[in-house]
């Protein structure tokens, strides 16, 4: 089978497995330590262990996971031809190499998105382990909530942001990635922080088990019809927001006020009922509660919970089938 007919994972893969790295002979390791003569499969080596930072480095940049393999891709096609004796700090370097690789993807989708139909959301993702959770900075950096937050800001200051708060990386080390003096990082830096603090609700760490109970009760009230139950379980500013890139039937603006959205799943889970081939699954994505909807085989959508202070705040819907393809693939995320 040829490289076109793999999907940007596989592809990623075959290439992590050392093909096409260029022999390389070292005068120093990182940290100048006693000279090495680089292996033909020491570029794979390095890449593939830092991959879960970098891919979760793209992710929050871009929002979405297809997109963040295909940087990832791009990006080892470069590192495949670095002549490895140059690099002092392979995490540093490749950071650098996957954000520039993130910008030039983000900046290109956003001359596109004029052309988008209805509200726009993350790519919801599914994490191969529940461990990040307990990492309070990761869980919330890859929450919803933040990445929708995250899409105010501009591609720059977005990747400033993501790089200083979420991995801890030197004003230096940003502007090598972005373009900038180390001065106009620190600046770009405040910047973002002061806006996305004061757009920001949630502050501390969220009680994962809680939030799982209040999201089975929801689910529950909606299953019976019990609008009561429904609407004391919602924050009364609760917003239902649904992604459908004009490819799927969804309501097209979002839908504010508890009354409101308890209608709304009422009505969605009355439908489920008299539908046999229609059926919930429930799930974890982007570290919070999340329900899976299918009619029979076929993926109708999903949607996810924010919960804070004991009341849901938030529902965001998947409709568009291109960001529904993968949400199935499971992914690796550090900070490390």
């Keep these: 089978m040829g490289d076109a007919a793999l999907g940007p994972q596989a592809r990623l893969d075959v290439l992590a497995q050392g093909r096409s790295a260029p022999r390389a002979a070292g005068s120093r390791t990182e940290g100048g330590q006693q000279a090495v003569t680089t292996t033909p499969g020491e570029h794979a080596e390095r890449f593939t262990v830092l991959r879960p930072l970098l891919f979760t480095i793209a992710y929050e940049i871009l929002g979405s996971a297809t997109e963040s393999d295909d940087v990832l891709q791009d990006s080892y096609l470069r590192w495949a031809e670095v002549e490895l004796s140059t690099v002092r700090d392979t995490k540093s370097y490749l950071a650098q190499l996957v954000t520039r690789e993130a910008l030039n ?112 009760q929801f689910l529950a009230a ?84 924010e919960v804070i202070e004991d009341k849901i705040t938030n529902l965001y819907a998947m409709r568009n089938p291109d960001k529904l393809a993968g949400i199935t693939i499971p992914r690796s995320i550090s900070r490390q």
């Design 105 to 216: 993807a983000l900046r290109a989708r956003s001359r596109r998105r004029e052309d988008y139909i209805g509200p726009w959301l993350p790519e919801p993702l599914l994490l191969e382990s529940r461990d990040a959770a307990s990492d309070v900075v990761l869980a919330e950096s890859v929450s919803m909530a933040m990445l929708v937050l995250l899409e105010t800001l501009t591609p720059d200051e977005r990747a400033v942001f993501v790089l200083r708060e979420v991995f801890g990386f030197d004003y230096d080390e940003i502007a090598g990635a972005v373009g900038r003096s180390a001065s106009t990082v620190r600046q770009m830096a405040h910047r973002a922080r002061e806006h996305v603090h004061a757009r920001r609700n949630r502050f501390g760490p969220v009680d994962e088990r809680r939030t799982e109970q209040i999201t089975e």
């Design 222 to 305: 909606a299953s019976t019809g019990d609008m009561e139950g429904l609407m004391s379980l919602l924050s009364p500013g609760v917003t239902w927001t649904a992604d459908h890139g004009g490819k799927a039937a969804a309501i097209r603006r979002p839908v504010v006020g508890a009354r409101r959205v308890a209608a709304l799943m009422a009505r969605l889970f009355e439908v489920a009922r008299q539908t046999p081939a229609m059926r919930f699954e429930t799930a974890v994505y982007n570290s919070a509660p999340a329900v899976v909807v299918y009619t029979g085989d076929h993926l109708e959508g999903l949607f996810m919970f």
